[in-house]
């Protein structure tokens, strides 16, 4: 399991179906622990109007025998800037897809999208429910609460 990207110079992939994700093992498997991915500057295109579409995204998981490899991660997660899609379909197809690679004990993201049209979008998804056992701090990102 030889990481493609780590070390390499790696273009931008120009979609995030060209993407690929490495995944390392697992330095503490057995263990029960979060791994927190912070992306404050993902961003898509609104597939109507070609326009940015801005979200400061949030994944948190607990890694089974595999770990993601944070240069890969952040290449896919680049990959969607000239992508057209709604905030649900982004959001959800990048925890569906890490979940389905990755094989995690479980996974959530967050995607706290910057309003346009004056209407701010949150999408949440999960795996299913935490471990019992795992320490899960707060994601912590204040939604939209306009001028006042």
């Known amino acids: 399991m030889t990481p493609l990207h780590l070390g390499q110079?790696?273009?931008l992939p120009r979609s995030p179906e060209e993407a690929v994700l490495?995944?390392?093992p697992n330095p503490r498997p057995g263990r029960p622990y979060l791994?927190?991915?912070t992306a404050p500057e993902f961003t898509s295109l609104c597939p109507v109007t070609g326009q940015?579409?801005?979200a400061h995204l949030v994944i948190d998981y607990a890694p089974a025998e595999t770990i993601v490899e944070s240069k890969s991660l952040k290449l896919f997660l680049g990959s969607f800037r000239n992508h057209a899609a709604f905030h649900e379909d982004c959001t959800v197809g990048i925890g569906e897809r890490l979940f389905a690679e990755m094989r995690p004990v479980w996974l959530r993201i967050g995607g706290?999208?910057?309003p346009r049209?004056?209407?701010p979008i949150d999408v949440f998804w999960q795996s299913g429910a935490p471990p019992a056992e795992l320490w899960l701090p707060g994601q912590d990102v204040p939604t939209y609460r306009g001028r006042g």
């Open 52 to 54: 940015p579409d801005f």
């Open 9 to 11: 110079a790696s273009p």
């Open 112 to 114: 706290y999208w910057y």
């Open 35 to 37: 791994v927190r991915f």
């Open 117 to 119: 049209g004056g209407i």
């Open 22 to 24: 490495d995944y390392v």
